[in-house]
């Protein structure tokens, strides 16, 4: 069943998009870690705490976003049912989609098919001992509509973006951002691999200061009543504003 925002409490909650007596799934927010992480020991909020502070019971997460990554955040309810959707994730069962706003014009609907070399992390990988060869990545993409601004940015006369869908079929280590910038479209906002020039630019004159990026989909077999559960969600409002102040610079939309 689905279920909206719990009643604000002095305690954070977040948004709940599904919930049954197995799974839950939430929205999460930009900033937001899933769980514990060496890559900031000074944070103290989680989805993971959040989440089972606002349920009053444990959670068991089952995939991750990255911590500037927004959407759908998948939570098991019984250590069995997490065992159980493992399983299926393992075997490639569950589907994945995303929103991204990226520079310049995407036209056509194509595939990216690049392998990608594990990233090592200081503090994330610290115990990674062992190199890890290119592993196959792929991901679909096509385009949802055309934005050209009239600024000018570096050596462009006019500011070109594309609001875009993706759908990855493995889950490679920031592999949207990276097969983004392997076709030579960074999303926006992403300040490890994308465009300086144009981050800087949207944060001066859109205020925009985060990662354009967003599950926006889910799906998967259920692990009870096996039948396909699809969860969605639409882009929250900040990514939502940006685009309809947009609306005058719209060139195509799908």
Same mark, same amino acid.
């Not at 719990?6 to 599904?18: D, G, K, S, V, W």
């Not at 992480?37 to 989440?51: M, N, W, Y």
């Not at 098919?113 to 990233?119: F, P, V």
């Given at each position: 069943?689905s279920?909206?925002l719990?009643?604000?409490?002095? %305690?954070?909650?977040? %948004?709940?998009?599904?919930r049954?007596?197995?799974?839950?799934?939430?929205?999460?927010?930009? #900033?937001?870690? &899933?769980h514990r992480?060496?890559?900031?020991? +000074?944070? =103290?909020?989680?989805?993971?705490?959040?989440?089972r502070?606002q349920? #009053?019971?444990?959670?068991?997460? !089952?995939?991750r !976003?990255? /911590?500037?990554?927004?959407?759908?955040?998948?939570?098991?309810?019984?250590?069995?049912?997490a065992?159980?959707?493992n399983?299926?994730?393992m075997a490639?069962?569950?589907k994945?989609?995303?929103?991204?706003?990226? /520079?310049?014009?995407?036209?056509?609907?194509? =595939?990216v098919?690049?392998?990608?070399?594990?990233?090592w992390?200081?503090?994330?990988d610290?115990n990674? =001992?062992?190199?890890?060869?290119? %592993?196959?990545a +792929?991901?679909?993409?096509?385009?949802?509509?055309?934005?050209?601004l009239?600024?000018?940015?570096g /050596?462009?006369?006019?500011a070109r973006?594309?609001?875009?869908?993706?759908r990855?079929y493995s889950?490679?280590k920031?592999? !949207?951002?990276?097969h983004?910038?392997h076709? /030579? +479209?960074?999303? &926006?906002?992403?300040?490890?691999?994308?465009?300086?020039?144009?981050?800087q630019f949207?944060?001066d004159t859109? +205020?925009?200061?985060?990662?354009?990026? &967003?599950c926006?989909q889910?799906?998967?077999?259920?692990?009870?009543?096996? %039948?396909?559960?699809?969860?969605?969600?639409?882009?929250?409002?900040e990514m939502?504003?940006?685009?309809v102040? *947009?609306?005058p610079?719209? =060139? *195509?939309?799908?």
């Open positions: 069943m279920e909206s719990i009643p604000a409490t002095n %305690q954070e909650t977040l %948004q709940i998009l599904y049954d007596e197995w799974l839950v799934a939430v929205y999460k927010p930009v #900033g937001l870690l &899933v992480s060496p890559i900031d020991k +000074h944070e =103290t909020r989680f989805a993971v705490q959040i989440l502070d349920l #009053g019971q444990h959670v068991f997460p !089952l995939h !976003l990255d /911590r500037p990554t927004a959407g759908v955040l998948l939570f098991a309810l019984q250590r069995e049912t065992s159980l959707m399983a299926q994730m490639h069962g569950m994945k989609e995303y929103r991204a706003l990226v /520079r310049g014009l995407i036209k056509a609907h194509g =595939t098919d690049y392998a990608l070399k594990y990233r992390d200081k503090m994330a610290a990674r =001992t062992q190199a890890v060869e290119p %592993q196959s +792929h991901t679909d993409y096509w385009p949802l509509a055309h934005y050209e009239p600024f000018e940015v /050596r462009y006369k006019t973006y594309s609001w875009v869908g993706l990855p889950g490679r920031h592999q !949207l951002r990276r983004l910038i076709l /030579r +479209h960074p999303i &926006v906002g992403d300040t490890t691999h994308g465009d300086g020039r144009q981050n949207l944060r859109f +205020h925009c200061q985060r990662l354009m990026l &967003v926006t889910m799906g998967f077999y259920h692990p009870i009543s096996r %039948q396909w559960l699809s969860i969605t969600c639409q882009p929250d409002s939502h504003e940006l685009l102040s *947009w609306q610079f719209l =060139t *195509w939309s799908l």
